[in-house]
């Protein structure tokens, strides 16, 4: 069975630190991997997508990276704001389905 | 078109009714799923459309939960005989393809009482 991990579950750092999230995957035939951000009650807002062809993926103060051979992914934001404050997925697609991680629920403190 | 849409946001019905929900996905988009997700956790994957054919169905899904797409736009996920288990947030998403990003509505919260 695919599995998908990310830690920590819970992350508090000050306002204007870099910080990393962590992401897991056993799936050696990971097709892509996408991070989320998912607001209290909302649905889920795709950040950035990295196919397996490549390393990483960069958006605004976002930079997400791919390592197939390790089964890792990063997801690096910097200059942390309060109003990033969210719960951030990561999902590996491997055929039809997403496989997904619990997430990672930061919050950045003024 | 501004993105997926969902209706209801929000459902609270009593155990046995039957719920229908509706999601209508970005309109060039051919690809749709359903998932279903509780408080902390990632989302569950319940059912993925191609168009009008449904391709895949969790093996997680009873016969109490049926989708449609029938003419390759909007779908309906109904839940006949609602049990209190079945209460979380049903999300729909749509993708253009399966190399690009999927695309999220903002939920339908189901409440069983």
């Known amino acids: 069975k695919q599995e998908v991990t990310q830690i920590p579950a819970a992350l508090s750092v000050p306002e204007g630190e870099n910080l990393v999230l962590n992401c897991s995957f056993t799936?050696?035939?990971?097709?892509?991997l996408q991070w989320f951000r998912q607001d209290p009650g909302k649905g889920l807002t795709s950040l950035l997508l990295?196919?397996?062809s490549q390393r990483e993926q960069t958006s605004g103060r976002l930079n997400a990276s791919l390592d197939k051979s390790s089964g890792r992914s990063t997801l690096y934001i910097a200059a942390s704001q309060p109003g990033d404050s969210a719960t951030y997925l990561c999902?590996?697609?491997?055929?039809?389905?997403?496989?997904w991680g619990a997430g990672t629920k930061l919050i950045i403190k003024p | 078109d501004t993105g997926v849409s969902q209706d209801p946001r929000h459902k609270i019905t009593k155990r046995g009714q039957n719920v229908t929900f509706r999601c209508d996905p970005i309109?060039?988009?051919?690809?749709l799923y359903w998932y279903r997700q509780t408080l902390g956790q990632g989302p569950e994957f319940l059912t993925y459309?191609?168009?009008?054919?449904?391709?895949?169905k969790s093996r997680l899904l009873s016969d109490r939960f049926s989708a449609e797409r029938p003419k390759g736009s909007f779908s309906t996920l109904e839940i006949q005989r609602t049990e209190q288990g079945d209460s979380a947030m049903y999300l729909c998403?749509?993708?253009?393809?399966?190399?690009?990003?999927?695309?999220f509505g903002s939920g339908t919260q189901l409440s069983v009482l």
């Open positions: 998403a749509s993708s253009l393809s399966v190399s690009e990003k999927l695309f």
């Open positions: 309109s060039e988009h051919n690809r």
């Open positions: 459309f191609q168009n009008e054919a449904q391709l895949e």
């Open positions: 799936d050696s035939a990971i097709y892509n």
């Open positions: 990295i196919q397996s």
């Open positions: 999902a590996e697609r491997g055929n039809y389905q997403l496989i």
